[in-house]
């Protein structure tokens, strides 16, 4: 492992399409009918004809086959196909994997998509789309998944560090803030600390209001080479450092629920993009709960361990906050569609490339996310930059 | 380490051996004869060190509750997620029972008993008054 820090990676891809669906009730379209939107948005934003598309990646919960059900769909014939599964992050970490194949010549255009329907599989049929994995030694005992493993979390950071529901519910107030500055995001009206405390309780201490929502959506991303980025429309959002780690599948085995792998990952793309927490302008972290945004705010060291949830409050991380974080709105407000992660990148890249409006952070250059996969399983760091960051 | 003696793979994998265990009433950890530490869930290699060397020897029981939860709306009532810390080392999801759901809290010593859960075999806690 000595010596594989990927920074010959550094700046030398970068995403030049970017395709999203409408966010919430889309109870007329299938899943990947909302894939292939998405792709065909993100093609089309890149100016690049499909059939120049020969890397294909892709995942969701429940497909066996997604890279062969997606190529099919699109009509593709990709030389490299990725649908591996570590869960909502692995959208993050195929940057890495897309960043290698573009890199070694293995394939010259990359397209990382998803397609979800599951808010209307709810409501529809009562069947949510979830990982299908028997989690040995646990399931027994019939915790509520995967809320559970995260309120287990959530519990332990309150019993050493004095972090409140009022902590958590900050999180949620500050996602909603910033989704009232998205047209797109699903849940926009005013929100008050009050209301995340009085919601129905999910798994002690997690109630309703610090949960993600359930979405139909559909997002893609399209990367090159840096070379081919500067020829095209769009302006380039390089791929500056990305980091893959993982502590544990079930919760359980996480050593340390108080410490994410997200102290790892951070620590990788950090190192590869020869940049620190400091040089960060604006952050999207995988907010599947409340709990999530202050670990991974600690973990990616914008503040102490332990001192996350002071951090989150007085609206530090809301618009006019000293940290912008999760600008779209996050999960818990703007859209989650079982697996998230490929919003992140989406949120990262329309900042750097200025065009998000109302919730623009002014002069932003560096964005960082981070994606959440599992019971805090998986976490992946991937930071990107501007032209004047290469 | 490096693999190297693979004829000593077991027939019969820990997870049904630990399973007959159970069903006995006994509970059982590994423990790594080359690093010496417990292992829980069973493996068929050490997660530590890779050892295939591996014994199986009685649990003391003894646990603390590292964290606790409690799932809401479940069809059947208020139970309690917990995770627990035994004394050998290894960390285990259970329920601690004998107490009401939400009075469980971390810190609490606990003591494993042998249970059932809609009738599987589980290795369940209780509050163990007065035992460090």
């Known amino acids: 492992m000595s010596g594989a820090n990927g920074s010959s990676l550094r700046g030398s891809v970068a995403v030049v399409g970017?395709?999203?669906?409408?966010?919430?009730?889309?109870?007329?379209?299938?899943?990947?009918?909302?894939?292939?939107?998405?792709?065909?948005?993100?093609?089309?934003?890149?100016?690049?004809?499909?059939?120049?598309?020969?890397?294909?990646?892709?995942?969701?919960?429940?497909?066996?086959?997604?890279?062969?059900?997606?190529?099919?769909?699109?009509?593709?014939?990709?030389?490299?196909?990725?649908?591996?599964?570590?869960?909502?992050?692995?959208?993050?970490?195929?940057?890495?994997?897309?960043?290698?194949?573009?890199?070694?010549?293995?394939?010259?255009?990359?397209?990382?998509?998803?397609?979800?329907?599951?808010?209307?599989?709810?409501?529809?049929?009562?069947?949510?789309?979830?990982?299908?994995?028997?989690?040995?030694?646990?399931?027994?005992?019939?915790?509520?998944?995967?809320?559970?493993?995260?309120?287990?979390?959530?519990?332990?950071?309150?019993?050493?560090?004095?972090?409140?529901?009022?902590?958590?519910?900050?999180?949620?107030?500050?996602?909603?803030?910033?989704?009232?500055?998205?047209?797109?995001?699903?849940?926009?009206?005013?929100l008050t600390i009050d209301d995340v405390l009085a919601s129905k309780m999910v798994c002690d201490p997690l109630s309703a209001l610090d949960c993600c929502l359930i979405a139909d959506a559909g997002a893609a991303v399209v990367l090159v080479s840096a070379e081919r980025a500067k020829q095209l429309a769009q302006k380039p959002v390089y791929l500056l450092g990305v980091g893959v780690a993982m502590t544990h599948a079930g919760i359980a085995q996480m050593p340390d629920l108080t410490t994410t792998a997200a102290a790892q990952s951070s620590k990788i793309a950090y190192a590869m993009a020869g940049l620190s927490p400091a040089d960060v302008d604006v952050v999207e972290v995988y907010d599947a709960f409340t709990i999530n945004t202050i670990l991974f705010l600690e973990d990616l060291g914008f503040c102490k361990k332990g001192e996350g949830g002071e951090f989150v409050s007085k609206g530090n991380i809301a618009p006019g906050g000293s940290l912008p974080v999760n600008t779209n709105g996050g999960g818990l407000s703007c859209v989650h569609p079982g697996m998230y992660g490929l919003m992140?990148?989406?949120?990262?890249?329309?900042?750097?490339?200025?065009?998000?409006?109302?919730?623009?952070?002014?002069?932003?250059?560096?964005?960082?996310?981070?994606?959440?996969?599992?019971?805090?399983?998986?976490e992946v760091t991937a930071i990107f930059g501007t032209e004047d960051t290469l | 380490m490096i693999p190297s003696s693979i004829e000593t793979f077991p027939e019969l994998g820990p997870d049904k051996v630990f399973a007959d265990y159970l069903g006995k009433g006994e509970f059982k950890l590994q423990l790594c004869a080359d690093c010496e530490r417990h292992i829980f869930y069973p493996r068929i290699v050490c997660p530590h060190c890779g050892s295939q060397n591996l014994a199986w020897v009685e649990a003391s029981g003894r646990g603390v509750v590292y964290s606790t939860s409690v799932p809401r709306g479940m069809p059947e009532g208020e139970y309690n997620i917990s995770l627990i810390d035994l004394a050998e080392g290894p960390r285990m999801m259970s329920r601690v029972v004998g107490i009401e759901a939400e009075k469980v809290v971390i810190g609490m010593a606990v003591m494993a008993f042998i249970g059932e859960i809609d009738g599987v075999r589980v290795v369940l806690f209780k509050p163990a008054e007065g035992v460090q």
């Open chain 1, 18 to 190: 970017v395709g999203l669906t409408a966010f919430g009730d889309l109870p007329g379209r299938s899943a990947r009918e909302n894939l292939a939107e998405a792709a065909f948005r993100a093609l089309a934003d890149a100016g690049i004809d499909k059939n120049e598309v020969d890397g294909l990646f892709t995942s969701n919960f429940p497909d066996t086959f997604p890279c062969l059900h997606a190529a099919e769909y699109l009509g593709l014939q990709p030389r490299v196909m990725d649908d591996s599964n570590i869960g909502g992050s692995v959208y993050v970490s195929q940057l890495q994997h897309a960043a290698a194949a573009i890199n070694a010549g293995v394939c010259q255009v990359a397209l990382i998509a998803m397609g979800s329907n599951t808010r209307s599989k709810l409501k529809q049929s009562g069947v949510i789309d979830a990982p299908r994995e028997h989690f040995a030694y646990s399931d027994e005992y019939k915790p509520k998944a995967p809320m559970n493993a995260y309120a287990l979390a959530a519990a332990r950071h309150m019993h050493e560090y004095g972090t409140t529901r009022e902590h958590l519910a900050e999180v949620a107030v500050a996602a909603r803030a910033w989704a009232a500055l998205n047209p797109r995001a699903m849940r926009r009206s005013p």
């Open chain 1, 344 to 378: 992140l990148i989406a949120e990262c890249v329309e900042q750097l490339r200025g065009t998000t409006g109302e919730r623009q952070i002014k002069n932003a250059n560096v964005a960082l996310c981070n994606g959440n996969g599992g019971h805090l399983s998986s």
